[in-house]
Every structure is written in structure tokens, then in C-alpha cells.
């Protein structure tokens, strides 16, 4: 169970699953150049590309964020039993994921927070779980906190552009709206505070509403950046997005104001789909920027 402390706060990562992903091309990373795969063979292999494969790897995974104040569950993953039609790695899932959480010393009725980036399906799936043929919220006790311009564009019950999309409205049906009726959703706007050390700004460009979390104290920083990037290479290419970004233009630019702010504050950037070890100090290089992966705390 990997985890890191980072102004006194404790983080551990709760792996739902880890492997091969899509092929390195325009169909995963827009504007990739398979050129640049060779001078980053030495890092890519085995954690974040299997050339045997021809595919990037890539995590699906939650952050648990223990601080003074609050037990908060970041990006629920894709969750058990969802219908996903067209994706496989996401369809019909069986995985023991909350045995992972409770084995990291938390068991569902311990978090106070569920923080969702965005409305994609394998960030919302853990929201909730099927018992007795009902999707009901498998966090009984916590708030979950989405954007409300994410929200409002992702509900297929007032956007026709939601409804039309398979993929986003059985996740609102089936991940969302559950929590919504159980009166457990707080729906923020902006930058939002959740405490001393914690603060969700604005992050759009992958979709129009995706949010980040910001961790600062005075001496260290983290920023928990969903899905701003997908895989390692796109530090290095802040320029390809996923192939999965509503605002290809935007999704840059935050791109780009992210990976400046990491180097300026030197701060741990936690992404949502790195291959292990999972988090990264970003540098500033001659050409733009590298990094240099941040192994777990040990005891």
C-alpha cells in the first residue's frame, strides 16, 4: 500500500486496476509523434509502456487523503458491477477494490469527503454500489463534492448533449444521481476551500467543469490534477492531450499552467492514470519540462 506525506497530510493510493491501455497514437494522445518514444525508453519500460504490446500503461486508481480535519476519497475510479458498453476495461467489473481501502485502514463508513475531478466513468464508479438491485452511495456518511458546471452538463436529464452520450449517462444514472437523491452531493463553484490546507480551483479543458485540488502549506505542496494529464509523456509534450478532451485548446493551456505551478512551487503532482511509482516532481529543462518520479514513503 503506497503512500506519501506531504505537509503533514498522509496520502495513499487505492488501486482499482493497473495495465496496458490504449497504443501510443492519435487515437489515445492527440498529436503524438512516435518519435519521442525512444529517447524515454530508459523510464517508459516496463511502468508506463510495454513495447511487447505496443501500449501505454496506465493506473486507475483513488486517492485517500487523511489530514488533521477530514478522511477524503479523491476520483472513485470505475467501479464494480457498471454497465459500460464499448468499454471493456470499465464493463460488468469485479474488482476487490474496497477490501484495498479497508486495507489501508479505512473502511467506507470512515469518509467524510468523495472529491470527483469530472463526471467520466471511471472516476465516478465507486460512488456508488448495486445492493439489493439499487445503486445507493457506498460512502454512507460522506458529502461528494462536484463542480456544478460539470454537473449541470453531465445531467442527461436537462442536456440532450448527455443524454445522446452513452458513456455519460449511464454514469450520471448509475454513479451521480444516486447521491444526488440521498442528499449527499454539495455542488461548489469556482475555488472552493474545503480547509487550512486544501483548496479546489477551476482545471477545465478536459471536460468544460473539471476541477483540481490543490495541498499547501507554507513549507510543501501537492496538487492532485485528475485528469489535466494523462500519461508521463505529456510533460514532455504538454501539447497532446488525451484523446478524451472536450476543450483541446483549453485542455492545454491548463495543462501548461499546471505543470508551471508545480515547477514553481515545487510541488508533488499526483495525476489520476500515472503507471507506478504514480507521482512526479515536474523540472524546468531547456526545452521545457521533465521529471523525476517521487517513490512512496517508507516507514
Not at 139 to 166: C, M, Q, T, V, W
Not at 225 to 246: K, M, R, T
Request: with cysteine; net charge negative.
Amino acid at each position: 500500500m503506497a503512500s506519501w506525506v506531504v505537509a503533514g497530510v498522509t496520502i495513499t493510493r487505492i488501486e482499482e486496476q493497473l495495465g496496458p491501455a490504449g497504443r501510443p497514437s492519435d487515437q489515445y494522445l492527440a498529436g503524438f509523434d512516435r518519435e519521442m518514444l525512444a529517447p524515454h525508453m530508459g523510464w517508459l519500460i516496463p511502468h508506463h509502456y510495454s513495447p511487447e504490446q505496443d501500449r501505454l500503461i496506465t493506473s486507475i486508481h483513488s486517492w485517500l487523503i487523511r489530514t488533521r480535519h477530514h478522511t477524503i476519497l479523491l476520483d472513485c475510479c470505475g467501479g464494480n458491477h457498471k454497465n459500460r458498453p464499448g468499454f471493456p476495461r470499465f464493463h460488468q467489473q469485479d474488482h476487490p477494490y474496497l477490501q484495498r481501502l479497508r486495507d489501508a485502514g479505512v473502511a467506507p463508513e470512515d469518509i467524510d469527503i468523495v472529491l470527483c475531478t469530472h463526471l467520466h466513468s471511471d472516476h465516478v464508479g465507486w460512488n456508488t454500489m448495486l445492493k439489493d438491485g439499487r445503486w445507493v452511495p457506498t460512502f454512507p456518511k460522506a458529502k461528494y463534492i462536484f463542480s456544478r458546471l460539470e454537473h449541470d452538463l453531465g445531467d442527461p436529464r436537462s442536456n440532450p448533449a448527455a443524454e445522446a452520450d452513452l458513456q455519460r449517462s449511464f454514469s450520471y444514472r448509475d454513479s451521480v444521481l444516486p447521491v444526488i437523491e440521498s442528499r449527499q452531493a454539495v455542488i461548489v463553484d469556482g475555488e472552493h476551500a474545503l480547509d487550512d490546507t486544501l483548496t479546489i480551483v477551476p482545471a477545465p479543458g478536459h471536460t468544460r467543469g473539471h476541477i483540481a485540488m490543490w495541498l499547501a502549506n507554507r513549507a510543501q505542496r501537492a496538487l492532485f490534477a485528475g485528469d489535466v494529464l494523462h500519461h508521463p509523456l505529456q510533460i514532455y509534450s504538454p501539447h497532446w492531450n488525451s484523446a478524451f478532451c472536450e476543450l483541446p485548446d483549453v485542455a492545454r493551456t491548463t495543462r501548461l499552467q499546471m505543470l508551471e505551478q508545480c515547477v514553481e512551487h515545487r510541488a508533488k503532482l499526483f495525476p489520476a492514470h500515472f503507471g507506478f511509482p504514480h507521482v512526479a516532481h515536474v523540472l524546468q529543462v531547456a526545452d521545457g519540462f521533465a521529471h523525476e518520479f517521487v517513490d512512496p514513503d517508507m516507514d
